[in-house]
């Protein structure tokens, strides 16, 4: 069974800078695609980013589109969004994800397709 727990989330002020973390345990996390989605109060959660098994290929929702990065670590089975430039509208719970798909190619995700989840992290952007 995999297990996903993500951290790093907090309080910044509008234009400050976050790390995310999800560590992953159980499953194969190396052959496995990984993403982040979020929540923030009375929407529909919302895809923010993803990466493939390798690394190599990345795609982001278009409202964090060169602000945020995601990145992997296999070694130590995390995946990590860098946050820079922090809106007030970046303000949301923040889930890592991933669907039980190793190998699988990337794309602009739906929560539906994903079969694990992280409880989430909050995130909170002051204006």
């Known amino acids: 069974q995999v297990q996903l727990v993500e951290s790093g989330g907090g309080l910044v002020q509008a234009g400050g800078s976050l790390r995310l973390s999800c560590a992953a345990s159980?499953?194969?996390?190396?052959?496995?695609?990984m993403g982040w989605f979020r929540q923030a109060p009375g929407k529909e959660r919302e895809f923010v980013a993803a990466?493939?098994?390798?690394?190599?290929?990345?795609n982001y929702g278009d409202s964090v589109k060169g602000r945020f990065t995601i990145s992997r670590d296999d070694a130590e089975r995390t995946v990590y969004l860098q946050m820079n430039s922090l809106r007030f509208e970046d303000t949301a719970v923040y889930y890592c994800?991933?669907?039980?798909?190793?190998?699988?190619?990337?794309?602009?995700?739906?929560?539906?397709?994903?079969?694990?989840w992280g409880k989430g992290t909050v995130v909170t952007v002051s204006s």
């Open positions: 994800a991933a669907p039980n798909r190793p190998y699988a190619p990337i794309g602009l995700w739906d929560p539906a397709g994903m079969d694990y």
């Open positions: 159980g499953g194969t996390f190396s052959i496995s695609p």
């Open positions: 990466i493939d098994w390798r690394g190599r290929t990345t």
